[in-house]
């Protein structure tokens, strides 16, 4: 069975950073495309942030987030490093996997879709 277990969300000042880790288990590293997805507060929908693929060798990041953060994994551990961070940035983070990119989506922007979560961490960024 498939877990997703977060941790590192926080509160923050605006210009900051903070590292998000999430605990993967229930499959062998290297199965599937990995990522980051947020919902911040009051909106319906989710948006992709970041995606590694199986391979460890190709990111996508939301254009809102590039230059800013940056997604890696070690062994079964996938991470979301976020500097720079903005009230923009306030959302609930979620790790996911097997990523889920459907006909007539950008291959290049972050799904929103996966088929495993995580439990999300808040992280709240402070102006």
């Known amino acids: 069975q498939v877990h997703l277990v977060e941790s590192g969300g926080g509160s923050v000042q605006s210009g900051g950073s903070l590292r998000l880790s999430c605990a993967a288990s229930?499959?062998?590293?290297?199965?599937?495309?990995m990522g980051w997805v947020r919902q911040g507060p009051g909106q319906l929908e989710r948006e992709g942030v970041a995606t590694l693929d199986s391979d460890g060798t190709t990111t996508t990041y939301a254009d809102s987030v590039k230059g800013r953060f940056t997604i890696s994994q070690d062994k079964n551990t996938l991470y979301l490093q976020m500097n720079s961070l903005n009230s923009g940035d306030t959302a609930m983070y979620y790790c996911?996997?097997?990523?889920?990119?459907?006909?007539?989506?950008?291959?290049?922007?972050?799904?929103?879709?996966?088929?495993?979560w995580g439990q999300g961490p808040q992280v709240t960024v402070s102006s």
């Open positions: 229930g499959f062998p590293a290297g199965s599937y495309c």
């Open positions: 996911a996997a097997q990523c889920r990119w459907y006909s007539g989506d950008d291959f290049n922007i972050p799904p929103a879709d996966f088929g495993y």
